[in-house]
């Protein structure tokens, strides 16, 4: 049966987006807007290791590297038996962002699943342009599957990526292929509304002013400003754009985006695609924009603990009482879902 949203949380979600309507927009091309939101973030993580070792998590920054790629990662250890390990790539449009961004999300994966988590804190645009993010995510994806932290060997992955670092998840997970024996022990992946088409997808160029949290009249000027080396061909050329690469040998994947995201049409396809090879749960959550498992709102706290209770799923059986109600159809849908269910 497919989980569903009651009509108090959805009511509360309409009153948040209508703050976000009055709200600024965040756009990849401006100039002053990732620096400031990059300064606030870090500002807001003041004390962020301390939190977690207070939660009785382990933490840990690391320089890791593989032929020759360097790239940092956030190490998060639960205490007790470890089941797994999650692979996190953060997201921010690729010019904003850090591993400690996700710090609750993570912590919530070492604390109620028992799973170490590695969130890559790959370099941040203009410094670094995408196919560089994308190579030090694979790197740091390869050392840890070729058991950089040998405590765990063996142990199964999952990789979660939102927004932009869906974007390097799934090229990360594309990029595996070479590599099947580290590919297979990957068991899953949570991909939460992800840029699958470099060249803007259909919803992305309809995007409007009255788009909520990103601004989407610019949203595909800022897609060419970050590859202003290629065309629109080119845009699409994967792992850049991973909704055209070669999909074959991909883990089962939990896809989550918005119904009032400009990057809906991103995950539909890709979610269509993807089921061709793997197992595919698909949620189109009504009333949510882009980002909104961040949001004060019980939307976000329903859609993440459909994604942990995903996971457990993944990496062990659970037990009956836990097990979540929420096993939809392989078949992904946007439309024709109850009103309020998370499909």
């Known amino acids: 049966m497919p989980m569903r949203l009651d009509d108090q949380t959805l009511n509360e979600a309409k009153r948040f987006n209508a703050k976000l309507a009055r709200a600024p927009r965040f756009g990849t091309r401006y100039r002053l807007m990732p620096l400031l939101v990059q300064g606030l973030l870090r500002l807001s993580q003041v004390g962020a290791d301390r939190k977690l070792r207070r939660a009785g998590l382990q933490v840990e920054t690391r320089m890791v590297e593989m032929r020759g790629v360097q790239v940092q990662v956030r190490i998060i250890r639960p205490r007790g038996p470890v089941a797994g390990i999650v692979l996190d790539i953060h997201g921010g449009g ?3 962002g850090n591993a400690p961004m996700n710090d609750a999300f993570n912590a919530a994966f070492a604390s109620r699943c028992g799973l ?9 645009a203009p410094r670094a342009s995408v196919q560089d993010q994308m190579e030090e ?9 070729q058991d950089g932290l040998p405590e765990y060997a063996g142990k199964p992955v999952i990789v979660v990526g939102e927004s932009a670092g869906a974007q390097l998840a799934a090229a990360t997970l594309q990029g595996l292929r070479a590599w099947p024996a580290l590919l297979g022990r990957i068991a899953g992946a949570v991909l939460y509304y992800g840029v ?8 992305v160029r309809r995007a409007g002013p009255e788009t909520l949290v990103l601004d989407g009249p610019r949203m595909l000027a800022g897609l060419r400003g970050l590859t202003p080396d290629l065309d629109d061909a080119g845009r699409r050329q994967p792992p850049l754009s991973p909704l055209f690469g070669e999909l074959a040998g991909m883990p089962p994947a939990l896809m989550i985006v918005g119904n009032g995201d400009p990057l809906l049409d991103d995950t539909l396809r890709m979610a269509q ?32 603990a459909h994604a942990q209770a995903w996971v457990r799923q993944r990496i062990a059986p659970m037990p009956q009482q836990e097990a979540f109600s929420a096993s939809a159809s392989h078949a992904p849908r946007a439309a ?7 499909r």
């Open 336 to 342: 024709g879902a109850s009103p309020g269910a998370l």
């Open 196 to 203: 699958y088409d470099m060249a803007g997808t259909d919803s």
């Open 137 to 145: 995510c694979l790197a740091a994806a390869r050392w840890l599957l």
């Open 116 to 124: 170490a988590v590695v969130s890559v804190d790959y370099r941040l």
């Open 273 to 304: 695609r993807w089921q061709q090879v793997a197992d595919v749960e698909l949620n189109v959550a009504p009333e949510a924009p882009h980002g909104f498992i961040h949001f004060p709102t019980a939307m976000a706290r329903v859609a993440l």
């Open 94 to 96: 690729w010019v904003i």
